[in-house]
Nanobody
Framework: QVQLVESGGGSVQTGDSLTLSCAVSGRAISSFAMGWARQAPGQEREIVAS????????SYLDSVEGRFTISRDNAKNTVYLQMSSLKPEDTAVYYCAAVQKHFPPSSWPEYDYWGQGTQVTVSS
């Protein structure tokens, strides 16, 4: 059984940085595409960043482009999301997701596995 566990969330001020980690167990992620999604209260879940199986290709939501960086360490079975210049509108529960494909899907329902989420709160 594949399990994803996020960590690194917290409460920060506008302009601060945070790095989220996603530790995966049960399967090697080396053949999985991975993604980070977020969901704010009353909002639909959205993919903010994704990365292909080798880490060669990344994709970002327009609103986080240039501020967020997704990366992966297949040897550690871990995926990261570095977030900088955080804004109040980045406040959400952030989820790690995995899909049994080499390249990430275009929408969040197509991911196969999800973590439990970690809260990120950015205050002004």
């Amino acid at each position: 059984q594949v399990q994803l566990v996020e960590s690194g969330g917290g409460s920060v001020q506008t302009g601060d940085s945070l790095t989220l980690s996603c530790a995966v167990s049960g399967r090697a992620i080396s053949s999985f595409a991975m993604g980070w999604a977020r969901q704010a209260p009353g909002q639909e879940r959205e993919i903010v960043a994704s990365i292909n199986w080798r880490g060669e290709r990344t994709s970002y939501l327009d609103s986080v482009e240039g501020r967020f960086t997704i990366s992966r360490d297949n040897a550690k079975n871990t995926v990261y999301l570095q977030m900088s210049s955080l804004k109040p509108e980045d406040t959400a529960v952030y989820y790690c997701a995995a899909v049994q494909k080499h390249f990430p899907p275009s929408s969040w329902p197509e991911y196969d596995y999800w973590g439990q989420g970690t809260q990120v709160t950015v205050s002004s």
